[in-house]
């Protein structure tokens, strides 16, 4: 059974950093590609990043180019988010996704969040 | 940046109801086109993708339809289980976009 668990949300003042992790199970994480996708309270699904099954190949979405970055480690079967200079507007459930294989974008996988809070 | 646009933004209905929702795209994306189910405080759900494939495991109720600009999702003979939010992404393109949301609510 593919398994996805997010970690590391919490609350952080605007400015300040988290890292997210998404433990994955029941797959061989090294054959997909990933993604991070976030929700806003309330709001609909916004695509933050994807990467490549071996991290090479990045893509953002322009709001967070240059604050994110989205990394993984296959021999532990994480994933990562690093979030840097947080600001009011990232305050969100952020998913961690796994791409269909055979695609490079097509989420049929996803974990059950982990909360964001960016506040002072 | 290609606009999904999804209509209506609510819509109720009742058991055994036929539903239809739309979704409109910027730009052609052809058929690369997903629909995600979302439940309260749980994490979507692929129902279809490339515009019309079903997802394993998904009941047949769901079907879609459409190409290149103008998709639908219908759900034949709504169930309550139905009850829920109803998100179309194109997946052609990046950054990758998601329709608006449509919230299946009960008459």
């Known amino acids: 059974e593919v398994r996805l668990v997010e970690s590391g949300g919490g609350l952080v003042q605007p400015g300040g950093s988290l890292r997210l992790s998404c433990a994955a199970s029941g797959f061989t994480l090294s054959n997909s590609w990933m993604g991070w996708v976030r929700q806003a309270p309330g709001k609909g699904l916004e695509w933050v990043a994807n990467?490549?099954?071996?991290?090479?190949?990045?893509n953002y979405v322009d709001s967070v180019k240059g604050r994110f970055t989205i990394s993984r480690d296959n021999a532990e079967n994480s994933l990562f988010l690093q979030m840097n200079s947080l600001r009011a507007e990232d305050t969100a459930m952020y998913y961690c996704?796994?791409?269909?294989?055979?695609?490079?974008?097509?989420?049929?996988?996803w974990g059950q969040g982990t909360l964001v809070t960016v506040s002072s | 940046d290609i606009q999904m646009t999804q209509s209506p933004s609510t819509l109720s209905a009742s058991v055994g109801d036929r539903v239809t929702i739309t979704c409109r795209a910027s730009q052609s994306i052809s058929r690369w086109l997903a629909w995600f189910q979302q439940k309260p405080g749980k994490a979507p759900k692929l129902l279809i993708f490339e515009a019309s494939v079903l997802e394993g495991g998904v009941p047949s109720r769901f079907s879609g339809s459409g190409s290149e600009t103008d998709f639908s999702l219908t759900i034949n003979s709504l169930q309550s289980d139905d009850f829920a939010t109803y998100y179309c992404q194109q997946y052609t393109h990046y950054p990758l976009t998601f329709g608006g949301g449509t919230k299946v609510e009960i008459k």
């Open positions: 990467i490549n099954q071996d991290g090479n190949e990045k």
């Open positions: 996704a796994r791409v269909r294989r055979a695609s490079y974008t097509l989420f049929d996988y």
